[in-house]
């Protein structure tokens, strides 16, 4: 295992880095890419200026894990390479917790944005688990093939909120639907925007966030071939760790 020190670049004030222990919870990301034209473009939404959590920054879309994630009914299995890859380094691994991450993300990206994707070559779900209800609306199951795991990283300790986030990425082209009004200033995404990676990294995205435009880059520049190793940033003795899950 090949271990970098990223810490200098994860040194920045944080006030509130006092708090006991907390274990991190299991949380997802979707990397949406849209390679449509020359210029690969990646989707990232303006949090909203009144949340207490990273107000106003730009994001992937995302969110914890919730328990129905385990039981939706989907269209395709995750690629072989991510389902292994997602059971490394966790304690009591599964597929089931490996699918229930991939999905997690799909329909976090759907509650953030009104993207939703999924797929409708096996028709039309009958009826979906609460917090899916917007697929079955649309028709479609939620595509777990259009995902590839390509990123984790953990909050270090001492921080009021921790997660252990498992960033996903898919092309846009696998949009099946998009549901109206579900950005705007009441919502937790104020405004979506299609940006360049080179826009992006300038862009006001967190620190981590900036982290994984990087390797989003190095990957896209490699043919996102499937063995391609996934960064895994995690502390390690009080420092920032940059490891790879091969």
């Avoid at 385990?70 to 389902?83: A, F, I, K, Q, T």
């Avoid at 688990?129 to 028709?139: H, S």
């Avoid at 360049?196 to 006001?204: C, G, I, M, Q, V």
């Amino acid at each position: 295992m090949t271990a970098i020190d990223v810490s200098a670049r994860f040194a920045v004030a944080r006030p509130d880095a006092s708090h006991p222990y907390r274990r991190p919870v299991d949380a997802a990301t979707l990397i949406l890419i849209d390679r449509s034209a020359r210029t690969p473009r990646v989707l990232l939404g303006r949090r909203n200026p009144a949340q207490k959590f990273m107000p106003g920054k730009l994001v992937f879309p995302g969110g914890r894990v919730d328990p129905q994630d385990r039981n939706v009914p989907v269209y395709g299995m995750l690629d072989s390479v991510s389902e292994r890859r997602l059971q490394e380094r966790v304690v009591r691994p599964s597929l089931s917790r490996a699918r229930a991450l991939a999905l997690a993300a799909i329909r976090e990206t759907c509650e953030e944005t009104g993207l939703v994707i999924g797929s409708r070559e096996a028709g039309a779900p009958d009826a979906m688990p609460a917090g899916w209800e917007a697929f079955a609306q649309a028709g479609a199951f939620p595509n777990l093939e259009a995902l590839s795991f390509v990123a984790r990283a953990v909050t270090p300790p001492g921080l009021s909120r921790r997660f252990d986030t498992r960033f996903f990425m898919a092309d846009a082209a696998e949009i099946a639907h998009r549901l109206p009004d579900v950005v705007g200033p009441q919502s937790e995404l104020v405004e979506l925007a299609w940006l360049t990676l080179t826009e992006a990294k300038k862009a006001e995205v967190p620190t981590i966030t900036h982290a994984i435009l990087e390797e989003v880059e190095t990957r896209l520049a490699g043919g996102n071939k499937p063995w391609l190793p996934v960064p895994y940033y995690v502390t390690r003795h009080g420092r920032m760790m940059r490891e790879a899950l091969e």
